[in-house]
């Protein structure tokens, strides 16, 4: 459950990181894959619905999409600001500072102590990589996202996805239908929270919808939701996206520790 708390805050990085961090078996994590994957779409499938009724959701509950208008020409000038033709030095660039900050943090991690059932070796590695990209994110780094950086990271995490979704048994998932009762229990509480507060404040079904699957969902899908309200705001759910997993590792080992307390 904390391994799926870092999906549903952040994204697959987050549910690896989080479930070697708490020691969870490879058998587990397949299973949990599937419960996140099934559950997880059918909000993404409600939410793309929605997207193509914003306009008459928006103006039911008295919603201001002025906002939504200023946020894509600002979107469309970073865009255009920043996007280039990625290099050969720019791509051996981006690959090695992944690689060798990977590295860095995965020797430092075992020269950290471990801290109770929690923190481990395995999470100050996560901890470090994660601390890493939020300080790269304030320097002239993030600059590599216009040639390409989230579309690598995207490919690597796919990969690594691959790997843990190959243990994945949807038979033994089924021996185990108290998972998707969880699944399914979460996402109502999650969906009935948003659909409450946008309500009561009037935000445009924008917000909501791409802020939720950039938490449900992850960067990955994110954009493709927040595109089904207009191309040029992609880019949102990306960074939306990013967020989630920058929160994503700290709050679920924090829910690790509230779960591990009421076991």
């Known amino acids: ?36 994957v099934l559950v997880a779409n059918i909000w993404t499938g409600t939410l793309l619905f929605l997207a193509g009724r914003s306009e008459q959701i928006d103006a039911r509950i008295g919603a201001d999409n ?20 990625a290099s050969t030095t720019d791509l051996m660039i981006m690959l090695a500072m992944a690689f060798g900050g990977a590295y ?7 020269l950290l102590p471990e801290i109770g059932d929690i923190i481990s070796h395995s999470t100050w590695k996560i901890i470090l990589i994660t601390s890493f990209g939020v300080a790269f994110s304030f320097t002239p780094v993030k600059n590599f996202e216009g040639a390409g950086a989230s579309k ?5 995490l796919y990969l690594l996805i691959g790997v843990i979704g190959a243990n994945a048994d949807l038979k033994q998932v089924m021996e185990y239908p108290f998972l998707f009762a ?12 948003l659909v409450t507060v946008t309500y009561l404040i009037k935000a445009p079904l924008f917000f909501m919808a791409v802020g939720s699957q950039a938490n449900v969902g992850g960067a990955a ?25 920058v929160l ?6 924090i829910c690790a520790a509230l779960l591990q307390m009421v076991a």
């Open 152 to 156: 690598i990271g995207t490919v690597m």
């Open 1 to 36: 459950m904390a391994a799926l708390a870092g999906s549903w805050i952040g994204g697959g990085a987050n549910f690896i990181a989080i479930g070697d961090s708490v020691g969870a078996t490879d058998s587990m994590l397949g299973i949990m894959v599937v419960v996140d």
């Open 221 to 245: 899908s994110a954009p493709i939701v927040a595109s089904a309200f207009h191309p040029a705001l992609a880019s949102v759910g990306v960074m939306l996206g990013i967020a989630g997993y």
């Open 104 to 110: 860095l943090a995965f020797e430092v991690g075992n």
């Open 182 to 193: 969880m699944g399914v229990t979460w996402i109502l509480v999650h969906v009935i929270i």
């Open 66 to 85: 002025s906002a939504i208008h200023e946020l894509r020409d600002k979107v469309l000038h970073f865009q255009n600001k920043t996007n280039r033709v």
């Open 248 to 253: 994503g590792t700290y709050m679920a080992l």
